[in-house]
């Protein structure tokens, strides 16, 4: 008889301990779709889509021809609508543009690009080429390396199309009036500058 009550309480107590752990995990779990969490994952996800914008665009040459999208007699971008930079793409004026205008201005998200560059005397600088206003917290940023050599041209699209044109007027010319100015480092390489992508949703 014994024997049986201490079986007895011994399956109470596991039922009671079992119960105990399951009211506290309901009460302490964290899911995978918490604000701190949701919000990262946000913003990982915006930031790799960033990456392969940058990515693709390199690839075809459609980033190298948007930073040389350059009118050196009006010291800005061609059809820059506010001073030297953009503000609105709707209209993209060149393809690295469009390709970032479809693939965020559509989901409501806001993007900053600038050409991040050393100039002569070792200042690193920042030409905004697209700029919407202040990111916010959640904001996400994606980078890319691009060498400029004295041979490449500044682009301009005189025709109205999406295809920007050489202009056949080369950097290392020393005339081109272009925004980055030459590394002198003797070589063919005329500078590296950075192209940074900043996003955010609104």
């Known amino acids: 008889m014994r024997a049986q009550a201490h079986t007895l309480e011994g399956v109470v107590a596991g039922l009671l301990l079992i119960s105990a752990l399951v009211f506290a995990y309901q009460v302490t779990a964290v899911t995978p779709l918490s604000g701190s969490t949701s919000s990262q994952h946000i913003e990982n996800q915006q930031r790799a889509t960033a990456e392969g914008a940058l990515?693709?665009?390199?690839?075809?040459?459609?980033?190298?021809?948007?930073?040389?999208?350059?009118?050196?007699?009006?010291?800005r971008f061609h059809g820059a609508d506010n001073g030297q930079h953009y503000t609105n793409t709707n209209d993209p004026p060149n393809r690295f543009l469009d390709a970032l205008t479809r693939t965020f201005d559509e989901r409501g998200i806001a993007l900053n690009v600038h050409v991040v560059y050393v100039d002569s005397s070792g200042t690193r600088r920042k030409q905004p080429m697209v700029y919407r206003g202040e990111p916010s917290d959640n904001a996400a940023t994606a980078t890319t390396m691009l060498t400029l050599y004295d041979d490449d041209v500044r682009y301009a699209d005189p025709d109205g199309d999406d295809v920007a044109e050489p202009t056949g007027d080369e950097l290392g010319d020393g005339a081109t009036g272009f925004y980055v100015p030459d590394s002198g480092s003797g070589s063919s390489v005329y500078n590296v500058v950075t192209v940074e992508v900043t996003v955010w949703r609104q």
């Open 55 to 75: 990515q693709t665009t390199a690839e075809s040459g459609a980033l190298r021809r948007a930073v040389l999208f350059w009118d050196a007699s009006k010291k």
